[in-house]
C-alpha cells in the first residue's frame, strides 16, 4: 500500500508529489496524459509561491528560465491610465514571474516520482484506513490502495471527489481569444500592459524569448469559431488597442470561456482535493494555478506528518479553511478584473477611465498591487 496517491501530473500534482517525495513520504503520482503538455495556459507565479518554494530549491531553479514583470499599465488607445508598481512591494520577490507552462510543469518535474502515464482513475473507493482507487492503466483495469489520495485533476476529474451537481457552478458570458507572439521591438519585457477599450480588453504579458502572451476579449460567438477567423479577430483587436506590429504576425489563436467553482470543502475523509479540482476562478488576473500551488505546498508538510503520526493533524482543519477563504477571495478578484475588461458604452467607458485614473494615482494603487500579487491569500 502505498502512503499517498496523487491523480493528475499537472503543475499542482507534480508540485504536490515533489514535496511528499521531500518529505519523505512514500508516493505514487497518476496522470491521463500519454506525456507532459506542451501547451502554455497559465503563465504567472505570484510571490506567495516564490517564497513558499525558495527553500527547496525550486524557485531559483524556475526563475532561471522566466521573465520578471515589475509592473503592470493599464491603458487607453496609447495613453496610459495608470500603473500598479510590483516592485515596490514588501516582499521577497517583487514581481510576477512568468514562464509557459510547460516549462513550468518540467522544474517541478525535477523533484517528483515518474508520474505512472495513462491512467484514467475512473473510481476511489474509501475503507477505514485505505483508499482504493480504480484506473484503466494502458487499457487494463488496476486497483490500487493508499492511505490518502489527493485530487489534483483539474475540473476534468472533479465528479471523482464531489457529486455531480453538488458544487455551484457559475458560467461567465465573456470568451477571451489568447496566442503567445513576438513582442514588438520596443516592448519593455519588465512590464504587462492591460488595455481598456469600448470593445473589451486586451491584455499583453511578457515571456522569455521575446515573446508575449496576448488575450483579447472576443464578441464573436464561439459556434463561429474557426482557426483562421479567430486568428484574424485577434490582430484586429490588437490592432485597435495599440499592439498592432506584434499582431502581425498572429497566424492561429486559441478560444476559451470563463467559470466559477469553489467547493466548500477539500478533504472527506482520506480523499482530498487541490487546484483547479475543488476551485476554478476567472483566468482573468492569473491567480487559480497559484491558487494550487499554495494548496499543495501547504498540504505536503501535514499529509507527512499524518503518515508518521497516523492520524490525521488538527491543523488540517485550519488548512482547509484557509485555502477554501483564499480561494472566494481570489474568485472575487477575478470576478471584478473581469467585469473591468468587459465593453462599455462610451459615456460608461469615460466614467470607468475616469474613476481608474483617480484610484491608481492614489494610495489605493499599492493596495491593487498588493491584491494581483495574491498577497492577500491566507498563506501569503
Given at each position: ?6 491523480v493528475?501530473?499537472?503543475p ?8 511528499l517525495?521531500r ?15 506542451a501547451?502554455?495556459?497559465a503563465?504567472?507565479?505570484h510571490?506567495?509561491?516564490?517564497a ?5 530549491g525550486t524557485?531559483?531553479?524556475?526563475l532561471?528560465?522566466?521573465?520578471r514583470v ?5 491603458r ?5 491610465v495608470?500603473v ?6 514588501s516582499?521577497?520577490?517583487?514581481f510576477v ?11 517541478l ?10 491512467a ?9 484506513d485505505?483508499?482504493r482507487?480504480?484506473a484503466a492503466?494502458?487499457g ?18 472533479r ?7 453538488a458544487?455551484s ?8 481569444l489568447?496566442?503567445?507572439?513576438t ?11 492591460v ?5 473589451g480588453?486586451?491584455?499583453?504579458f ?5 515573446l508575449r ?18 486568428a484574424?479577430?485577434l490582430?484586429?483587436a490588437?490592432?485597435?488597442?495599440g ?11 486559441s478560444?476559451f ?6 467547493a466548500?470543502?477539500?478533504?472527506h475523509g ?5 487546484g ?14 497559484n491558487?494550487g500551488?499554495l ?6 508538510p501535514?499529509l ?10 488538527p491543523?488540517l ?6 485555502r477554501?477563504r ?25 466614467l ?8 491608481l494615482?492614489?494610495?489605493?494603487s ?7 500579487a495574491?498577497?492577500f491569500?491566507?498563506?501569503?
Amino acid at each position: 500500500m502505498r502512503e499517498v496517491i496523487v491523480v493528475g501530473a499537472g503543475p499542482v500534482g507534480m508540485l504536490l508529489a515533489g514535496e511528499l517525495a521531500r518529505h519523505g513520504v512514500d508516493v505514487e503520482l497518476l496522470e491521463r496524459r500519454p506525456a507532459a503538455g506542451a501547451g502554455t495556459r497559465a503563465i504567472g507565479i505570484h510571490s506567495p509561491v516564490l517564497a513558499a518554494l525558495e527553500a527547496s530549491g525550486t524557485t531559483e531553479h524556475l526563475l532561471g528560465h522566466a521573465a520578471r514583470v515589475a509592473r503592470g499599465e493599464a491603458r487607453c488607445r496609447g495613453d496610459v491610465v495608470g500603473v500598479v508598481r510590483f516592485d515596490r512591494l514588501s516582499r521577497r520577490f517583487p514581481f510576477v514571474a512568468t514562464l509557459p507552462q510547460a516549462a513550468t510543469e518540467a522544474v517541478l518535474s525535477t523533484g517528483a516520482p515518474d508520474p505512472v502515464r495513462g491512467a484514467t482513475v475512473t473510481a476511489m473507493h474509501q475503507g477505514s484506513d485505505h483508499v482504493r482507487v480504480r484506473a484503466a492503466v494502458a487499457g487494463h483495469i488496476s486497483e490500487r490502495d493508499a492511505r490518502v489520495v489527493v485530487a489534483a485533476t483539474g475540473s476534468g476529474g472533479r465528479d471523482l471527489v464531489y457529486r455531480a451537481g453538488a458544487l455551484s457552478r457559475h458560467e461567465y458570458p465573456d470568451r477571451y481569444l489568447m496566442t503567445d507572439a513576438t513582442a514588438a521591438m520596443d516592448a519593455d519585457t519588465s512590464v504587462a500592459a492591460v488595455h481598456l477599450d469600448p470593445a473589451g480588453v486586451l491584455e499583453s504579458f511578457p515571456l522569455p524569448d521575446g515573446l508575449r502572451r496576448f488575450v483579447a476579449w472576443d464578441a464573436a460567438p464561439h459556434e463561429a469559431d474557426t482557426p483562421a477567423t479567430r486568428a484574424a479577430r485577434l490582430r484586429e483587436a490588437m490592432a485597435v488597442r495599440g499592439e498592432a506590429q506584434a499582431g502581425e504576425g498572429v497566424t492561429a489563436a486559441s478560444a476559451f470561456g470563463v467559470r466559477r467553482v469553489i467547493a466548500p470543502r477539500l478533504r472527506h475523509g482520506r480523499v482530498l482535493s487541490v487546484g483547479d479540482t475543488a476551485h476554478e476562478v476567472s483566468p482573468i488576473g492569473g491567480q487559480g494555478m497559484n491558487l494550487g500551488l499554495l494548496d499543495a505546498v501547504t498540504l505536503a508538510p501535514l499529509l507527512a506528518e499524518w503518515m508518521r503520526t497516523g492520524s490525521p493533524p488538527p491543523r488540517l482543519d485550519a488548512w482547509e479553511r484557509r485555502r477554501v477563504r483564499s480561494a472566494r477571495l481570489s474568485a472575487a478578484i477575478a470576478a471584478a478584473n473581469t467585469a473591468l475588461g468587459r465593453p462599455a458604452s462610451p459615456r460608461a467607458h469615460r466614467l470607468r477611465m475616469g474613476a481608474l485614473r483617480a484610484l491608481l494615482a492614489s494610495p489605493a494603487s499599492a493596495v491593487f498591487a498588493h491584491a494581483y500579487a495574491m498577497g492577500f491569500d491566507a498563506d501569503a
